[in-house]
């Protein structure tokens, strides 16, 4: 009796030891599917590990999101040991801690997905990867569904965090779910919701996908791929490039990936790599004139004005619209021929395309060949008038420019309310000059307390600007307000000694104030200095 006991022992420690030997051969089969994967920081130390799964060919797999959060890249090792980068995230969702991803161009094994859910208390397998052969088998102790048609499995199991990312599949070998032992359940999600998840063109700026800095697939709609690729290059850093050459992979004949990658040439100041890519772009795409028309813009980029005027062209005579007659006139313009710019440009705002830019465009060149205020401000008023009420950014520059043409036309307050209704426009996007100009205008018109305050809030964010609180100084001076003026004009001397005009508004203000021996003094300091006016003040007050 004693030795059958003890062979029952050896049996069953021989069974809990090898695992695998139990495993059905479906189940065998579908490890070929399962890999480790590593995702490392930006200084290429490790940042977290886990199991994964492929689904679909193309390298398309999925796994835990966790792992990816704060990664900056990350590769997969699979059962034949290939070791093999992670090319882009294709969803994730962080409540359920599942992604969706692809691998870099390899041809992997297959899990197939099962076609019913498991039931409670049915035969599972948590299947590890290949080289380790420690798979475990499991029970189902309670299932869920949810969003209708997915399932949530609570599991009786001993498997561990290193089995995280494993699939769950049944004794046929069939992925039911993904396993995550971080909870204080053991359970698997359903990997049909991972492998659901899809890509849109706003996915780019959704928080849980921002989390990592592997770079987000592009969509397989062409417009919503378009939209995703302009918010990478809104968003920067290195994955832009990287989406761009995606795109062109997936619309190889679609212009809007070839000018991309020519403009980001540009920016990295490589010209002939640009032109080169819209000559490639002109063999492959399908919409010749808007690639003759995206050739042009490169080359008037590039400086290449000759060049630029062929292509727009070229592209105007394949489709005349009225857009190319645009490029041409900035192309004209920038040649220095203004009036042949001036007459495409006022012909256009007869044409479909009437907007406030021609009317703008027309008014540069105008004002290139010397023309009257008269003729500017009318052109101003028509580039206001055609915009859309209530006005937006777009409007922005009109009103600028109107507002300092009507500067220079000495209508200050009509100046004033233009320049208000660009602040309005560009809220939180001014710069300190802005309102340095327009204090400066305001003085013109004697409307001194507005001046005072845009200069203020000209220093105050800028206050590392001498001619800023120069200004300031002298029209608190101008105003009577002498304490204030001796504050900003010390603030003057005290950023550079060597600064005339702050010792002659300090010795002003001081003498005016009836501090005449210190005042002298500072006026004949800025008479070292150089400062023209101050022999006049001298005279005044000695």
């Known amino acids: 009796m004693t030795q059958i006991n003890n062979l029952i022992i050896a049996i069953t420690a021989l069974i809990t030891c090898c695992p695998a030997m139990a495993q059905p051969g479906a189940v065998k089969k579908a490890v070929d599917a399962v890999f480790t994967l590593t995702t490392f920081k930006n200084d290429g130390s490790i940042l977290a590990t886990a199991k994964g799964v492929f689904i679909a060919q193309g390298g398309t ?25 992670v090319d882009a995230i294709m969803g994730a969702n ?27 208390g049915a035969e599972v397998w948590i299947l590890s990867e290949k080289k380790s052969g420690a798979h475990i088998k499991a029970s189902v102790k309670a299932a869920e569904s949810f969003m209708t048609k997915y399932m949530y499995y609570v599991l009786e199991t001993d498997a561990g965090e290193i089995y995280n990312g494993c699939p769950v599949v049944d004794n046929n070998g069939r992925l039911l779910g993904i396993f995550n032992g971080n909870t204080s359940t053991k359970n698997a999600t359903d990997a049909r919701y991972a492998s659901d998840f899809t890509i849109n063109g706003l996915s780019q700026n959704e928080p849980t996908l921002k989390q990592t800095n592997i770079r987000i697939a592009l969509p397989e709609d062409q417009e919503q791929a378009v939209v995703a690729m302009m918010i990478a290059g809104e968003n920067g850093g290195e994955n832009y490039e990287a989406t761009i050459n995606d795109f062109i992979r997936q619309f190889p004949s679609a212009n809007d990936g070839y000018f991309s990658q020519a403009m980001l040439s540009l920016a990295k100041g490589d010209t002939l790599k640009a032109q080169n890519t819209m000559q490639d772009a002109l063999k492959k795409v399908s919409d010749k004139e808007e690639a003759h028309f995206n050739y042009a813009r490169v080359l008037f980029q590039s ?19 009225p857009q190319y007659k645009q490029m041409e006139a900035q192309i004209l313009y920038e040649k220095g021929e203004y009036q042949q710019a001036y007459d495409i440009f006022l012909n256009l705002t007869k044409s479909p395309i009437r907007n406030g830019e021609l009317f703008y465009q027309a008014m540069q060149a105008k004002q290139k060949m010397n023309g009257t205020d008269a003729e500017l401000l009318a052109l101003l008023d028509s580039a206001v008038a055609v915009c859309d009420t209530p006005y937006t950014v777009v409007a922005a520059p009109y009103f600028l420019a109107r507002g300092f043409q009507l500067d220079k036309m000495e209508q200050y307050r009509k100046a004033m309310a233009d320049l208000y209704i660009y602040e309005a426009l560009m809220v939180g996007r001014l710069n300190g000059e802005f309102y340095f100009l327009r204090g400066q205008s305001e003085a013109k018109g004697k409307i001194f307390q507005p001046a005072l305050n845009d200069l203020a809030h000209a220093v105050y964010i800028d206050p590392k600007n001498i001619v800023y609180w120069a ?16 504050k900003a004009a010390k603030q003057c001397t005290e950023m550079d000694a060597e600064a005339s005009e702050g010792w002659l508004i300090l010795g002003v203000s001081q003498a005016e104030s009836g501090n005449k021996t210190e005042g002298i003094k500072n006026i004949e300091k800025a008479q070292s200095l150089g400062n023209e006016q101050a022999g006049q003040f001298l005279s005044k007050y000695k």
Request: charge should be negative.
């Open 94 to 120: 962080e409540i359920y801690d599942l992604s969706k991803f692809r691998i870099a161009g390899k041809e992997t094994a297959v899990i197939t997905k099962a076609d019913k859910p498991a039931s409670v």
């Open 61 to 85: 797999a999925v796994s835990l999101w966790s792992p990816f959060a704060g990664a900056d890249h990350a590769v997969i090792v699979d059962a034949k040991g290939n070791r093999i980068p």
């Open 471 to 486: 200004e300031l100084a002298s029209l608190y001076l101008r105003v009577g307000k002498y304490e204030e003026a001796m």
């Open 303 to 321: 400086g290449m004005l000759d060049k630029a005027l062929e292509e727009i062209h070229s592209a105007y005579a394949i489709s005349p619209q």
